[in-house]
């Protein structure tokens, strides 16, 4: 069983949409757990994609076809997962805050963290600091990511923590921030928990993070 899972990974790295699932529906015929699938095949495939990336050995078009293919099979796991109450790692809200249109950067942050485990709830672009609130209320995620690629969108970060904190979440909740513009520093200065200048960095710096 071992060798399956070991080819859904090899699968997942490829980009092979076809062969992953026809790999998931054979090792779950062959009684494998959806959740060890999940673990052993689809995210240990992502993890190496995201060291690939991050070490310039792949590039965001494959990235983009390794992570549609763990969707595909994430698809034909997701009943079985939720029947047996496979849990992610958590929820992780992510956005472009307001004033800003650019959403590649959080689209591949969104896809690292799915292969990190987490379930990804993505709020889009352009988004006014009450959006975050809100989301924050509906969904209790263990972490929200803020993304700006302007140095006029920048600013939007520190209100929207802001918002936060005036809404009493503050404490309930790690907020990470990336984007082109904004540091280290300037996280702290701010008063978000983080900061990560890639997409790889910021699903371990979410993993860690949400414990």
């Known amino acids: 069983m071992g060798d399956l899972l070991e080819q859904i990974a090899a699968g997942i790295i490829e980009g092979n949409i076809q062969g992953v699932t026809e790999l998931v529906q054979k090792a779950l015929d062959q009684g494998s757990a959806a959740g060890q699938i999940l673990e052993a095949g689809l995210i240990l495939g992502m993890n190496e994609v995201g060291k690939r990336f991050k070490a310039g050995e792949m590039f965001i078009p494959e990235v983009l076809r390794s992570a549609k293919t763990m969707h595909t099979g ?94 009493g979440l503050r404490n309930k909740v790690k907020v990470i921030i990336g984007g082109a513009p904004v540091d280290a520093e300037f996280a702290e200065r701010i008063g978000a928990d983080g900061y990560s200048p890639n997409a790889v960095s910021a699903a371990e710096l979410a993993k860690k993070l949400a414990g």
Do not use: W, Y
Not at 111 to 116: D, I, T
């Open 74 to 167: 994430q698809e034909i796991l997701r009943p079985l997962l939720a029947a047996g109450g496979t849990l992610p790692a958590g929820k992780i809200v992510l956005g472009t805050v307001q004033g800003d249109l650019h959403d590649i950067g959080k689209n591949l942050v969104g896809m690292m963290c799915e292969g990190a485990g987490f379930e990804v709830i993505d709020l889009g672009i352009n988004l006014e600091p009450d959006k975050f609130v809100q989301a924050i209320k509906a969904h209790q995620p263990v972490v929200v990511g803020m993304s700006a690629l302007l140095t006029t969108t920048m600013q939007a970060m520190g209100r929207t923590l802001k918002a936060i904190e005036d809404a």
